[in-house]
């Protein structure tokens, strides 16, 4: 099945500087690849996902790349701000099915 | 805006118990999953559900059912409760396989 590697798991930056996450997969017939943002004691939350037909999607200061060569997707937080703190897991979806497999997170610290 | 709640938001139980936990969507959406999340870690697909009376196994079935009554309900139950099965419980729901996921609220159990 498919496997999707995330790093780094700790990941701290200074307010206003990037960040920068990267995700690997397996299997080449996965595409869907969501980005949730999760805070302490809640839920994940949807921030920006990408499908297999695309390359780079951006709001406002999200950005994801694909490359479905290297089977690799990334996400690109900008101008970061102390509300941006939070877990970030990536996930892909399986081709022809409807799971998520998830990445084991990456936990964000922006200081002032 | 979707809507996903769990009930019980946290339970203790005892090994070798029964467990029931319940989600229930107001969304109208086909899909349905559970998902455990350990500590530190992302999210692992225990059972889901794309149409009512219907289950499927996800990545980690052992030590788990799953009941989809009606399209809004879906239940995960562990007949013989296990301490290894101490997780936060997640939810979620999706309109089609290759949709959002939107996750509720989270139950947290603890096996003693």
């Known amino acids: 099945g498919e496997q999707v590697e995330q790093l780094p798991s700790i990941l701290r930056v200074q307010e206003g500087s990037s960040a920068s996450i990267n995700c690997s997969y397996e299997?080449?017939?996965?595409?869907?690849f969501p980005w949730y943002k999760q805070e302490p004691g809640e839920n994940p939350k949807l921030i920006i996902d990408?499908?297999?037909?695309?390359e780079r999607k951006q709001i406002q200061e999200l950005i994801v790349l694909l490359d479905k060569k290297a089977k690799r997707f990334s996400l690109h937080i900008t101008d970061t701000q102390p509300g941006d703190s939070a877990m970030y897991f990536c996930?892909?979806?399986?081709?022809?099915?409807?799971?998520?497999?998830f990445g084991e997170g990456t936990k964000l610290t922006v200081s002032s | 805006e979707a809507a996903v709640t769990q009930s019980p938001r946290s339970k203790v139980a005892v090994t070798g118990g029964k467990v029931t936990l319940s989600c229930h969507q107001t969304?109208?959406?086909?899909?349905m999953y559970w998902y455990r999340q350990d500590t530190g870690h992302g999210l692992r697909l225990i059972h889901y559900?794309?149409?009512?009376?219907?289950?499927e196994k996800g990545d980690i079935p052992d030590g788990y059912k799953a009941s989809r009554p009606s399209q809004e309900n879906f239940s995960l139950i562990l007949e013989l409760a296990s301490l290894s099965q101490t997780a936060v419980y997640f939810c979620?729901?999706?309109?089609?396989?290759?949709?959002?996921?939107?996750f509720g609220p989270g139950t947290r159990l603890t096996v003693l």
């Open positions: 299997d080449s017939a996965s595409n869907y």
């Open positions: 969304n109208n959406h086909d899909y």
């Open positions: 996930a892909a979806r399986e081709g022809g099915s409807a799971k998520l497999i």
């Open positions: 990408i499908r297999s037909n695309m």
């Open positions: 559900s794309y149409v009512a009376d219907s289950t």
């Open positions: 979620a729901s999706s309109e089609q396989g290759y949709a959002e996921q939107f």
